[in-house]
């Protein structure tokens, strides 16, 4: 062979090994859409205190239309709880898994008969308006809801556009059927201020509803066209009938009455807006102006198949197949659209602002997803990560701080630290540039260095101290996650000296960590220990930590782990106390919190400070502990009845860790993307990222008994890292577990602390 045809040959087979390697290693095809929503199981969740959102909307919609139940309290936060039989109606605002109520604002209730104008006496079917509802009647998926009212005799269904709540019921005959629209019952824990009905003709309402709760200053308006002309619309005063079609007050009612025929179907279209009356016409106008009920339910089911189709998973169990699937969408329920067709929204200084050049959206429970469900957004929601961090930086601009828990334009600043710093350094340091990077410093810096909630001792003392306010030693250390991630950002811009005195701040933990106790516990102004230390008391509200005890806080330093270790003073004292974590047994005391939910041992995986702890052990090279813990948790603490969270949902937080420790990571450090590896519950998880590639990630071997990594291969290459940074995932390709029923001799192990 002459040497240019020795050239040729070395140059063809080169080609082909490197397309070759591409093919196997960065699938460039995106796959076949599958029909995912049929694995979709709304009353998961729905019992025991998973307080999730039952009925229909579309992913990130303003409209969450569903069945509001009797409000017996906490469990019934979201407006539904599987133990209930009784429904008031249908609102168009609902909560998915908080631990606080708000929202279910706009209420439709088809009735037939005379009914009084009040929630009524419960279990009094002559009193009030509400109906007894039978479980076999019902029906729910991604989209849709239906039910059967036994007390009129009327079918409903729901579906929903993203700004438009859609009914059909189908009546019986009567001359006396109608539909009741209710602006002023405490559905939940709000308190309307002002209602306002006006009939615009006989198949229009239109009107608003003010109120006053969690979201402090809550502005809804809408608009309802009906299918059928009303034979009368009539206005009542808190109950009171007021004689004309239009009513402002305080607590205002409004019945539309019907002649309805045996099994008559009257639609009613509503649309929602937090500007105006106007604008919530412009909604209906782009979203429904047609009659399709059908078509709108395959609408939504398109849409939420579409997202779902992000993640294709292969698996024999197809208990986890639903678990996982209906965890996807609940990460999807929220953060929500806050915005008309035309951009205008309703921003948090109370003013509006019109044609917006970004999606702006609400309901940020950010104490609880900056933990997994915004490092899970990043993977797999690119196209709304900037604009989720750019309505951050307006409301930053509009309330003079990022949100810390921001509901329908409204601070409510619920929970503790400043976790939107969090998630905007998160989206910097991850390479997201679609905002101003400028501001976004700005507003990361200026948050940190206020004086409010406890900051200004923060700054003071270098810690917060418990005879200065409640729950210091909690706030501190999450402010302290918020100050790491700061810092990061800091170091890559430059900033040399925020850096500095951020990290510096950061490592708050060792003022409060007892050496002698091997706990972080409170401190005074005088810098003594809280006497009387119990690390098992949890008391709700006071004390030293918020919805937890020292068992669980002393492990709230996700960002220096190594850090954590020396204060134990040695790699085996800390594994042993981590070990015993998940063992000891104690009274959390009178009072404590009902938050500190799914216990093993002391580990609360109802709770969100825990959810990062199982993945600390491969930092100290015992990977095989995670993947124990993990999937001890995988397989007891999530299943697929309605009881099948271990605590809140806390707006797709506890879902959002099933999705990523099924595939088979977690992102402990607060920011920049760096995944913990632990046991993989899938056999394959068909990823899709940024750009239209796809992440592959295979687990070889895999069962419940092989539950442990023994060798890592990242686009065909060995790996020998315990974790995979983000920018591996974003630019596609392949990561392979090979698994095995016995801990690895070799894989993960390493004698000193990983830094």
């Not at 659209?337 to 950010?366: C, H």
């Amino acid at each position: 062979m002459t040497n240019m045809l020795k050239k040729t040959a070395i140059t063809l087979f080169t080609a082909l090994a490197a397309a070759t390697f591409i093919c196997s290693c960065e699938q460039t095809e995106v796959p076949q859409d599958q029909d995912l929503t049929q694995y979709v199981d709304l009353y998961i969740g729905t019992g025991d205190h998973g307080h999730v959102f039952m009925g229909a909307d579309v992913p990130y919609g303003m409209v969450q239309l569903g069945p509001s139940s009797i409000t017996e309290g906490w469990d019934w936060v979201s407006g539904y709880h599987y133990s209930d039989s009784i429904i008031f109606g249908f609102s168009h605002t609902h909560l998915n898994g908080t631990g606080i109520g708000d929202l279910q604002d706009i209420l439709f209730t088809p009735t037939v008969g005379d009914v009084k104008l009040a929630k009524g006496v419960h279990n009094d079917q002559k009193s009030g308006y509400y109906s007894l509802f039978r479980r076999e009647t019902e029906k729910a998926k991604p989209g849709y809801y239906a039910v059967h009212l036994d007390r009129y005799n009327v079918d409903v269904e729901l579906t929903a556009t993203n700004r438009v709540g859609f009914h059909k019921y189908i009546f019986p005959a009567s001359d006396a059927s109608a539909v009741v629209i209710n602006l002023a019952d405490h559905m939940n824990w709000d308190k309307p201020t002002e209602g306002y009905l006006v009939q615009e003709n006989d198949s229009v309402i239109s009107g608003y509803r003010y109120s006053e709760g969690w979201a402090n200053k809550q502005r809804l308006y809408f608009t309802a066209v009906f299918s059928k002309p009303m034979k009368q619309f009539e206005v009542a005063d808190a109950g009171k009938a007021v004689s004309g079609t239009s009513l402002t007050a305080e607590k205002v009612y409004g019945v539309a009455k019907f002649d309805t025929q045996e099994n008559e179907e009257i639609y009613v279209k509503v649309a929602l807006s937090p500007v105006s009356i106007e604008n919530a016409k412009l909604n209906m106008q782009a979203e429904l102006a047609g009659w399709d009920f059908e078509q709108v339910i395959k609408d939504a089911d398109k849409a939420w198949n579409a997202e779902l189709n992000k993640i294709q998973i292969q698996t024999t169990d197809e208990q986890v197949k639903r678990i996982f699937y209906t965890a996807l969408y609940h990460t999807m329920v929220a953060p929500s659209t806050f915005q008309d067709v035309n951009g205008d929204y309703r921003g948090s200084d109370g003013k509006t602002y019109e044609k917006a050049d970004f999606k702006n959206y609400t309901t940020f429970s950010l104490w609880d997803t900056y933990r997994a469900a915004h490092p899970l957004m990043t993977i797999i929601h690119p196209e709304k990560v900037n604009d989720m961090i750019n309505t951050m930086l307006h409301i930053y601009q509009q309330q003079g701080k990022l949100p810390v828990w921001h509901l329908v334009g409204c601070e409510t600043d619920c929970m503790v630290g400043n976790p939107g710093v969090i998630v905007v350094a998160d989206a910097i340091l991850k390479g997201y540039a679609g905002f101003d990077k400028e501001l976004a410093y700005e507003a990361m810096k200026n948050s940190m260095l206020l004086d409010e909630r406890g900051l200004g001792y923060y700054k003071e003392f270098q810690y917060i101290p418990y005879d200065k306010e409640d729950e210091a030693l909690s706030k501190a250390m999450e402010y302290a996650i918020a100050d790491w991630s700061l810092a990061q950002v800091a170091k890559e811009m430059g900033k040399t000296e925020d850096y500095e005195y951020f990290s510096k701040r950061s490592k708050v933990y060792q003022h409060y960590f007892d050496k002698e106790k091997g706990f972080v516990r409170g401190l005074s102004s005088e810098g003594n220990f809280r006497p009387n230390f119990d690390p098992f008391a949890a008391p709700h509200r006071e004390g030293d930590y918020v919805e937890g005890n020292a068992w669980q806080y002393t492990w709230l330093v996700p960002h220096d782990i190594a850090g954590l270790v020396e204060s134990f003073g040695s790699k085996d004292k800390f594994v042993t106390k981590l070990d015993s974590l998940f063992t000891v047994k104690g009274n959390l005391g009178e009072g404590a919190s009902p938050d500190i939910s799914g216990l093993i041992g002391q580990y609360a995986h109802g709770n969100e400070p825990s959810h990062h702890v199982l993945y600390m052990y491969p930092y100290v090279g015992q990977p095989w502990k995670t993947a124990d813990k993990v999937r001890e948790v995988l397989y007891v603490l999530y299943h697929d009845q309605p009881a099948g969270l271990s605590g809140n949902e806390d707006v797709g937080q506890m879902s959002a860790w099933y999705v990523l420790s099924a595939m088979g990571f977690y992102q402990v450090e607060p920011a920049g993307g760096k995944y913990i590896f632990g046991s993989p519950i899938l056999d394959e998880a068909v990823v899709r990222v940024k750009g239209g590639k796809i992440f592959t990630i295979t687990a070889h071997n895999n069962s419940k008994d092989n539950k442990y990594i023994q060798s890592v291969k990242l686009n065909g290459k060995d790996y020998d890292k315990f974790y995979i940074d983000f920018k591996a995932i974003e630019a596609g390709g392949t990561l392979e577990f090979f698994m095995g029923d016995k801990p690895s001799d070799t894989w993960g192990i390493n004698d000193e602390v990983i830094k």
